[in-house]
């Protein structure tokens, strides 16, 4: 598995950097996918399934049984969330919507602050991550492996045509993604205390009740494209922690069981 995501991520630092230094063609790609993609709302659902709020949940629903993973996922998406937020503020580069030379942008989504810059794209580092993440569970390979990475390069398209992130901000949020997976699934990280795992499964809460209150936002049928599969996963995670719960409680054994 280490050589697969190796070979996608050396293409995807080069792709990074030459783009970032050739911004007219970083832009010109960027255009060319955001007016060419059809069925916005699809990409807009794909985008939705990128968030950390779902990928957590859906982490939670696939690694229960996986007590280590479960736990580094979290010490990962905190890696990446700092990562993301100090290389977005370092590089400072403006979202596609402020950069006045565009026309004919199409943006879907909440309108983004002017200090909420777009390189690198966090939602395509948590995509990969989590791709990561659930391949090592799973030990999946072959054609399992490379379905679940095209899942990951899906939600790096859709940030493109939604209006929220050029090319290159994919590509390195990809790298970002793809090094702290590898780095946080290798076995020597194996945090196991029963502290530990209780505390994980307290952080998991705040996200489970966030994607069931995205509920709110359903009002029409785009809506319930849009936001059903957060809220799907959000009711998913609630059953799982429970079940883990319960169980600690019937049977006085850990939460989580060993992986």
Request: charged residues 10%.
């Amino acid at each position: 598995m280490i050589k697969i995501f190796s070979f996608v991520c050396i293409p995807f630092i080069i792709l990074a950097i030459f783009l970032s230094i050739f911004i007219p063609l970083n832009h010109a790609i960027f255009s060319t996918i955001n007016h060419a993609l059809p069925f916005k709302a699809l990409w807009m659902t794909i985008t939705n399934i990128g968030d950390a709020t779902f990928l957590s949940c859906a982490l939670l629903i696939a690694l229960h049984n996986h007590k280590r993973l479960l736990t580094n996922a979290v010490i990962c998406g905190v890696f990446i969330h700092y990562t993301i937020k100090f290389t977005k503020n370092i590089f400072a580069v403006l979202r596609p919507e402020h950069t006045l030379d565009l026309t004919n942008l199409i943006t879907l989504g909440p309108a983004l602050k002017l200090d909420n810059y777009a390189m690198p794209s966090g939602h395509t580092a948590s995509a990969f991550m989590a791709v990561i993440f659930i391949a090592s569970a799973y030990q999946l390979r072959s054609w399992k492996l490379w379905l679940l990475i095209s899942y990951a390069c899906l939600v790096g398209i859709s940030r493109i045509a939604v209006g929220a992130h050029w090319p290159a901000d994919v590509f390195a949020g990809a790298v970002i993604g793809i090094f702290f997976g590898l780095l946080c699934t290798h076995e020597k990280w194996n945090i196991t205390h029963i502290a530990v795992q209780y505390l994980t499964l307290a952080l998991y809460l705040p996200f489970i009740y966030i994607a069931i209150h995205r509920v709110k936002s359903i009002h029409d049928a785009t809506s319930l494209i849009n936001e059903g599969a957060m809220v799907l996963a959000g009711i998913l995670g609630l059953a799982i922690w429970l079940l883990s719960v319960k169980s600690h409680f019937n049977k006085k054994t850990p939460l989580l069981t060993t992986e």
